[in-house]
């Protein structure tokens, strides 16, 4: 079947073609006219030359137009995987941070630039990390940037079980949240920081060093201002309480460290956002947009035209075929897990989706859980048996895949489904899984999601499954709050807590 571009232009191919076949008549006939004002013999060789000119003309506007409308025939379909950035932010958190010499202040600038940043970097797998006398690792690699959009709410010194700055730990967390993820996409740590460290700075420049050496760029968006200024303490309504101290009583100046800042950028080969931009995230982001998103282009694999037909068996032979010459790809396992589910083989969709659970890629971890979840849902409806315990390991799985995924609405909604069965409530049917991920690498970036959740029944309907997600996302924020507030340990005498 012939498709076009642009149908429009087939159809003004005909006046097109006419258009030009007058005027090239035209054309002939003034010039016939001219040569017989001469003579009759001129007049007959004008007549005798160009007899075919004008329908040759109108023949080949006409083809011109039609290949301008773009025909299209025998086409197949080709598959573009694009594998995102893999990106790690990481927040300083120390009391210097809350001096407000940037607006609101400089934690606040830094938390407003970030979210923009992951609003802004849609589909590249992020990560989270903050810091002030430790380093502490928030959110793994993931697409899902509402996780990192709700610990970034969170984020504030008390956060923190040691007060100070330090530094290394930071960039040593950052190598290690990096380095595990695929190197077929540029890696690259943001760092939000006043530089106002207080741990050796040789120990930072040697972790820079080694995230030079591991191909890992560092961006340091510099906060606050170079002049010292002070501390403050507010209380929970915002009001100045007071200006930080020292053990001595003596108010604490803090200022911009630029020279830490260079010397970790000039070891890491790393760029430095200027604190006084208006507008860093647009600098990280234009930064960001030079570094490579590799891109991978295939056809299409016959296991992968067998599931695009419906026919999950042969879908699933093909898959365990490249399974044998790809067993050390992650993906080649959760695809023949997800076809062999779809296919009916809960045996061998059992020991796959297990395998493939096991990654260290936790886009790819997380459907191999939610599909293990649902597995487990359909042979306790078979099974009734084994019953409780199928509905043990549906549950397993699905809390350990919203560990990876904590506002994903179709896993708690399957979690809360499994919790009614349990209890021996409703009926509802979970949600499918999702597909296989196109090609043989990746974290099944080409994938659709599963579409949205039934309503009706015994069970909750949308509306009340977005109440429980953001109920839920807001006992996780005060819990957070909570926990961090009252593990927080007093600094030891002689060390600085800001």
């Known amino acids: 079947m012939i498709t076009f571009d642009a149908p429009i232009v087939v159809a003004l191919s005909p006046v097109v073609a006419a258009a030009v076949w007058a005027a090239a008549s035209w054309a002939r006939r003034s010039r ?29 506007a006409w083809l ?10 025998g086409e197949e379909r080709i598959v573009t995987e694009t594998r995102g950035l893999n990106l790690v932010f990481a927040i300083d958190i120390s009391r210097s941070m809350l001096a407000e010499d940037a607006k609101p202040s400089r934690l606040g600038r830094a938390l407003r630039e970030a979210r923009r940043l992951v609003q802004d970097l849609d589909g590249d797998r992020l990560g989270l990390s903050a810091f002030a006398g430790t380093s502490y690792i928030l959110s793994p690699l993931s697409v899902d940037g509402s996780a990192l959009t709700l610990y970034l709410d969170a984020l504030d010194p008390d956060v923190a079980s040691e007060g100070g700055t330090s530094l290394a730990p930071a960039l040593a967390q950052g190598i290690d949240l990096l380095h595990a993820s695929p190197e077929i996409a540029d890696r690259v740590l943001v760092m939000f920081t006043d530089g106002e460290a207080h741990d050796s ?9 080694r995230l030079a050496g591991l191909g890992i760029h560092l961006i340091l968006v510099a906060e606050g201002g170079k002049q010292p200024t002070k501390i403050p303490v507010r209380d929970d309504r915002g009001t100045l309480v007071s200006w930080q101290q020292d053990e001595s009583g003596t108010q604490i100046l803090t200022s911009r460290r630029d020279d830490v800042l260079g010397a970790i950028a000039d070891a890491a080969q790393g760029t430095i956002v200027a604190a006084e931009l208006p507008d860093q995230a647009g600098a990280v982001r234009d930064l960001v947009a030079s570094y490579k998103r590799a891109t991978a282009t295939e056809s299409r694999t016959p296991a992968e035209k067998a599931w695009d037909q419906g026919d999950s068996r042969a879908a699933a032979a093909a898959y365990l075929a490249e399974l044998k010459a790809h067993e050390d790809d992650d993906t080649a396992w959760y695809n023949t897990g997800t076809a062999a589910l779809a296919a009916g083989d809960p045996t061998l969709a059992r020991s796959t989706l297990a395998r493939a659970a096991a990654s260290l890629d936790p886009e790819l971890r997380f459907r191999a859980l939610y599909n293990l979840g649902l597995l487990a849902l359909l042979e306790a409806k078979s099974d009734t048996t084994g019953r409780e315990a199928h509905l043990a390991d549906a549950e397993r799985a699905y809390r350990e895949a919203l560990l990876l995924k904590p506002f994903h609405v179709r896993a708690k909604w399957n979690l809360e489904l499994v919790n009614r069965l349990r209890r021996g409530g409703g009926q509802n049917q979970p949600n499918p899984p999702p597909p296989p991920s196109p090609g043989g690498g990746g974290g099944g970036g080409g994938a659709q999601p599963p579409p949205p959740p039934p309503s009706g029944g015994n069970g909750m309907n949308e509306s009340q499954a977005d109440q429980v997600l953001r109920s839920i996302g807001q006992e996780e924020l005060r819990t957070r709050r909570d926990r961090t ?5 007093a600094a030891p005498a002689g060390v600085k807590d800001w």
Do not use: Y
């Not at 011109?64 to 025939?73: E, F």
């Not at 700075?201 to 060093?209: C, D, I, K, S």
């Not at 507030?485 to 340990?489: A, I, L, P, S, V």
């Open 485 to 489: 507030g009252r593990t927080r340990r």
């Open 64 to 73: 011109a137009a039609v290949a301008l409308s773009g025909p299209r025939w």
């Open 201 to 209: 700075l040789e120990q930072a420049v040697q972790e820079a060093r």
């Open 32 to 60: 016939v006219h001219r040569a017989a004002a001469w003579s009759e013999a001129t007049a007959r060789i004008a007549r005798s030359a160009g007899r075919f000119g004008a329908p040759a003309l109108g023949l080949a």
